[in-house]
């Protein structure tokens, strides 16, 4: 449910995407398990900027900003893991590396890190 006016034509948006999909799950994490999306919230909350134009339209990214965002849309590898771990991820906190790598293949699949409470997609 969408409450916010301004929201909507973005729900909206979601919603046409997603019918692409013959699956897809939202999983809602609350704020105080994810410190750092509550930080980002409280600080775009706080700075009521405008965005100029049309926020339901999809940007177009340079090339250079493509590069960046595949760059840093790798997945983290660790060499010294020989279990054949991968987390996907674009800044690993230190807490969820050490508890991805004490998992096992019968831990693959969503996770929680106990530490920060970011949700983790467990893959071997």
Same mark, same amino acid.
């Given at each position: 449910k *969408?409450?916010?006016? #301004? &929201?909507?034509?973005?729900? /909206?948006?979601?919603?046409?995407?997603?019918a692409?999909?013959?699956?897809?799950?939202?999983?809602? *994490?609350?704020?105080? &398990?994810?410190?750092?999306?509550?930080?980002?919230? #409280?600080?775009?909350?706080?700075?009521?900027?405008?965005?100029?134009?049309?926020?339901?339209k999809?940007?177009? &990214? +340079?090339?250079?900003? +493509?590069?960046k965002t595949?760059t840093?849309?790798?997945?983290?590898s660790?060499? =010294?893991?020989? +279990?054949?771990?991968?987390?996907?991820?674009?800044?690993? /906190?230190?807490?969820?590396r050490d508890?991805?790598? =004490? &998992?096992?293949?019968?831990?693959?699949?969503?996770?929680?890190?106990?530490?920060?409470?970011a949700?983790?997609?467990? +893959?071997?």
């Open positions: *969408v409450k916010a006016p #301004n &929201l909507k034509p973005l729900h /909206a948006k979601a919603l046409e995407l997603l692409q999909f013959d699956h897809w799950s939202f999983d809602h *994490v609350l704020r105080h &398990l994810n410190k750092r999306a509550d930080e980002l919230a #409280n600080r775009a909350m706080d700075a009521r900027k405008t965005v100029a134009g049309d926020a339901t999809t940007p177009v &990214l +340079s090339a250079a900003q +493509s590069a595949k840093a849309d790798d997945l983290f660790d060499p =010294s893991n020989k +279990s054949g771990l991968s987390i996907k991820v674009l800044e690993p /906190a230190a807490c969820c508890y991805a790598k =004490s &998992l096992s293949a019968d831990d693959a699949g969503k996770q929680r890190c106990p530490q920060c409470g949700l983790l997609m467990i +893959s071997f």
